[in-house]
């Protein structure tokens, strides 16, 4: 039943003369939100720009519909498979709709330019990411929220049934991280395959349907959030001791990191003999207040 | 159309286009791009019929025109057809290569300051062709020659030098700008151990002037030209892709290492083939898409804009540079006066741009 579109057969991959993935082997579940974690330099960006073709692996095969994606022509790539890259640039002076229709490269050619299949997927992409306000607007007068939302609608027009995203929430602030995150999760339900290398943990487990743990190359574990995200795998993966509890608005795991504060709490009970918050046991917040 | 099909609410660009379909064939224009383009056309037809008109032996509009479509067997048909039509042509077409050449560059390195003359282009090409004139004691086929060589073994050596992981737009500026002053050390070094009348020709080859450019010289350069405007019909597109970045425009599926060379390479054919026809000249790459692109207001550089703004610069730059001053100069000097200044100013703008 659940089948895999886009499979990464032992691959190698690299820069220059380090290796970074080596015979790393995923499946993308078919229709799966899969967001790939993981410390800095585990080689979870590397692993997406593998799946794109982007990094040319040394080794293994990435396969799409069991065919080596090497040998596929780049626009026919762009077809299936949409990226959202850590940075792009927006040429200057570019509207909204303009950049959004560059989405269209792979399905046009050079004597069809403007088809009215590329307006509609303009059209409907520019809808999608409700940018249409925005649409005759310059790129470069955006807030970092609105112009994400128009990368995201331009990976959109490329129409893509597999979309891979670098970091989409880096930059911005909490409400535009969820209000991304929540359009990604819209984009999922309405059937496209999603793959997101994401920092924040509590994210990651919140949206996706299948977590991909990474750690110097390899795959950790992977599986559904609230199986993979463990105190255990917490500290395997980062070397952080935290304490997972679930999310009192969805019930997914959550991490709070325990850092030093149980010391400092314990130095303050020398002196008060009363350390509530530094037992270390796994509480619902909410409870912990007052 | 029974009404029942509901038409998509139009996407709103921001500014006007024209969208042409027919069968298979589909575009979308942007519409003021395409008015500059239509007005350019009229004023470089314009400066060339002006350019026509002018000279020892003053023509009429209507006699240059009768006497470009034959209609005139007389002196002034062989004036307009043997004496001016070659150089006002050549302005025309190395206007337009040089234009289209800076546009190119400009676009692919994201930097106004990247035109073929500020990377080292133009020095190699002047460089190549002062080793022939010195060396091997000049001609004009094996000048330009010399000058074609140069301006592509300088490209490639600068790419190769700019190369690691692909090429960036400022590295290759820097590493261009670079090369480039070697080779003008070179340069001045030729200059000063040839002999003085070798060394004169060299200077007024070097100075970039229309003069020497007659029908047998301009026919192999308009050839060269056209072979390599041609392709950038097809590039044109992915030139446009890259402009989104490396990682963005390889996800939609550019070829983008091969798609940057093959544009790189037409870019400084352009360049190369101009300054062996003509010499160095200046300016014309670095100005004519700058503002172009401030005409058409659009996103990017459109080619076919900054195009047809560098043949009607180097048409009218020519045009000053042989009636209007007391003698007459290489048009290379009016350039070089006009395009200092607006360099020192593009300087300024950047450095005040960028902390």
């Known amino acids: 039943m659940t089948t895999a579109r886009l499979r990464a057969e032992a691959i190698s991959a690299g820069y220059d003369h380090t290796t970074i993935l080596d015979a790393l082997s995923l499946d993308v579940l078919d229709g799966s939100?899969?967001?790939i974690v993981g410390p800095n330099a585990c080689g979870k960006s590397t692993l997406l720009r593998a799946l794109t073709r982007l990094l040319p692996a040394t080794g293994g095969h990435v396969l799409l519909d069991g065919r080596a994606i090497s040998t596929y022509r780049p626009k026919e790539i762009a077809r299936e498979l949409g990226l959202l890259?850590?940075?792009?640039?927006?040429?200057?002076?570019?509207?909204?709709?303009?950049?959004?229709a560059r989405g269209r490269y792979p399905h046009q050619g050079v004597l069809r330019r403007w088809s009215p299949e590329d307006e509609a997927a303009t059209a409907a992409a520019i809808a999608a990411t409700e940018i249409t306000d925005l649409s005759a607007r310059r790129v470069d007068?955006?807030?970092?929220?609105?112009?994400?939302?128009?990368?995201?609608?331009?990976?959109?027009?490329?129409q893509a049934s597999i979309l891979l995203l670098d970091e989409p929430t880096t930059f911005l602030d909490i409400a535009h991280q969820i209000d991304l995150m929540e359009l990604f999760t819209d984009l999922h339900r309405t059937g496209t395959t999603i793959v997101a290398v994401l920092h924040d943990l509590n994210q990651a487990s919140r949206y996706a349907t299948h977590l991909v743990a990474m750690k110097d190359g390899r795959i950790v574990a992977q599986g559904e959030p609230g199986a993979v995200v463990t105190a255990d795998l917490v500290d395997e993966v980062f070397g952080l001791s935290c304490v997972v509890y679930p999310d009192p608005v969805t019930g997914t795991p959550t991490v709070a990191p325990i850092g030093r504060a149980k010391e400092r709490a314990a130095s303050i009970g020398r002196t008060q003999s009363t350390s509530a918050a530094a037992d270390g046991t796994a509480r619902v917040p909410g409870a912990t207040e007052s | 159309m029974t009404g029942t099909r509901t038409r998509p609410e139009p996407i709103d660009f921001g500014a006007a286009h024209v969208v042409m379909r027919r069968g298979s064939l589909s575009a979308r224009l942007h519409l003021r791009t395409l008015v500059v383009c239509l007005a350019l056309t009229v004023a470089v037809a314009v400066a060339a019929i002006v350019a026509l008109c002018l000279g020892d032996l003053p023509l009429s509009p209507a006699e240059v025109v009768a006497g470009l479509f034959g209609a005139d067997d007389g002196l002034s048909g062989t004036v307009v057809r043997e004496w001016r039509l070659p150089r006002t042509t050549a302005a025309v077409l190395f206007g337009l290569a040089l234009g289209v050449s800076g546009a190119v560059l400009q676009t692919l390195t994201a930097n106004p300051l990247a035109s073929p003359d500020v990377v080292g282009i133009s020095s190699g090409s002047y460089t190549?062709?002062?080793?022939?004139?010195?060396?091997l004691g000049g001609g004009f086929a094996a000048t330009a020659t010399g000058a074609l060589i140069g301006g592509l073994a300088t490209a490639a050596a600068v790419y190769l030098l700019a190369y690691r992981r692909g090429v960036q737009g400022f590295r290759l500026i820097i590493v261009g700008i670079g090369v480039g002053a070697m080779l003008a050390a070179l340069s001045?070094?030729?200059?000063?151990?040839?002999?003085?009348e070798v060394a004169m020709t060299a200077t007024a080859w070097g100075a970039g002037s229309l003069t020497p450019v007659g029908w047998p010289q301009l026919v192999p350069a308009a050839v060269v030209i056209v072979?390599?405007?041609?392709?950038l019909v097809v590039l044109s597109r992915p030139l446009q892709q890259l402009e989104l970045g490396d990682d963005a425009s390889h996800a939609l599926g550019v070829t983008v290492e091969r798609s940057r060379l093959a544009l790189l390479v037409c870019a400084v054919a352009l360049t190369a083939v101009v300054t062996a026809a003509a010499g160095p000249i200046a300016f014309v790459s670095l100005a004519a898409p700058q503002i172009a692109r401030r005409l058409t207001g659009g996103a990017g550089i459109s080619l076919a804009a900054a195009g047809l703004l560098g043949a009607l610069l180097l048409t009218v730059s020519d045009t000053v540079a042989q009636h209007a001053l007391p003698v007459p100069f290489p048009v290379g000097v009016i350039t070089v006066v006009i395009g200092g200044c607006y360099l020192v100013w593009l300087l300024v703008r950047e450095a005040r741009r960028t902390p």
């Open chain 1, 33 to 35: 939100f899969t967001v």
């Open chain 1, 85 to 100: 890259p850590q940075t792009s640039v927006a040429p200057d002076g570019i509207t909204v709709a303009d950049l959004v």
């Open chain 1, 141 to 158: 007068a955006l807030s970092g929220g609105q112009r994400q939302r128009v990368w995201v609608a331009m990976a959109l027009a490329q």
């Open chain 2, 128 to 135: 190549g062709g002062l080793i022939v004139i010195v060396l």
């Open chain 2, 188 to 196: 001045t070094y030729l200059l000063l151990r040839a002999r003085v």
């Open chain 2, 227 to 231: 072979a390599a405007l041609f392709p």
